[in-house]
């Protein structure tokens, strides 16, 4: 005669069933936390880059202006149409961006900002000369920050075997 009374398979059968629905909902947890530290990571990305693109855009479009008003005989610009172009991209920058970046975006911003004091047409020249070599800079910073490299990855040549990626996770 069989001594294992009758109510224990259906307690072990529930017991499994738990058990398996706790390993279940952890894995679903880890599953929606690594999501979302993916969904911030492009976030933080796309924010940062957004700001950078619209402050080097801003300066290329002030430059050009300069260039423009000078071929036309313009030497003293208007320091507030300046403020009022390069402002708002300027502060979204400075708020999200990091220091290298941050310390070069300021060095055109004053750099930018001393053409648009009273100077001599020669100073004004030579230091509008010098803006792009200093946007360079920045543009080198954002490159860093951002970690863009100016050729696309390299394409593996095949997937490792399944014990492969096993090892490659641990």
């Not at 529930?14 to 979302?36: D, E």
């Not at 970690?147 to 490659?168: H, K």
Request: glycine share 4%; aromatic share 6%.
């Amino acid at each position: 005669m069989n001594s294992v009374p009758w109510w224990a398979l259906p307690l072990v059968a529930g017991v499994f069933a738990l058990a398996g629905a706790l390993v279940a909902q952890l894995v679903t947890a880890r599953h929606v936390s690594a999501a979302r530290a993916v969904e911030r990571r492009r976030l933080w990305y796309d924010e940062r880059r957004d700001a950078y693109v619209g402050l080097l855009s801003a300066y290329e479009r002030i430059i050009a202006r300069l260039r423009r008003d000078y071929a036309d005989g313009v030497v003293k610009p208007d320091p507030l149409r300046y403020q009022d172009e390069i402002g708002p991209t300027l502060m979204s920058a400075r708020l999200l961006a990091g220091n290298e970046v941050r310390n070069a975006a300021l060095a055109v911003h004053k750099l930018v900002g001393d053409l648009h004091d009273d100077r001599p047409a020669g100073d004004f020249v030579e230091v509008l000369n010098h803006v792009p070599l200093v946007l360079h800079d920045l543009e080198r910073a954002v490159r860093a920050e951002l970690d863009i490299q100016p050729e696309p990855p390299a394409l593996p040549d095949a997937p490792p075997p399944w014990r492969d990626r096993l090892r490659l996770r641990h």
